[in-house]
């Protein structure tokens, strides 16, 4: 995908949200091939310390459309656990 090269081949970066502003889940699918896992979660992770991350198996980038009632079932365990 030509577009990922003018999203991430640039030296911007986001600011460390440390503390975050509010409670934030991230949530990463394993098999996600435009932002993958394992070349950008660790980022996620450093750019928001404080968030809950999961990562959800068998569904790629758009995960709403592969398994939309375990993105919404993701999303109420992560209201919940955030109180």
């Known amino acids: 995908c030509s577009v990922t090269d003018d999203l991430l081949g640039t030296d911007e970066h986001l600011a460390v949200l440390d503390p975050a502003p509010c409670p934030i889940s991230i949530v990463w699918a394993r098999d996600d091939r435009v932002l993958p896992l394992r070349t950008n979660g660790a980022q996620a992770r450093t ?10 198996d068998d569904v ?7 398994d939309p009632r375990m993105v919404a079932d993701t999303i109420s365990r992560s209201v919940t656990a955030a109180g």
């Open 47 to 56: 750019t928001v310390p404080g968030a809950i991350f999961t990562i959800v």
């Open 60 to 66: 790629g980038h758009v995960p709403m459309f592969d």
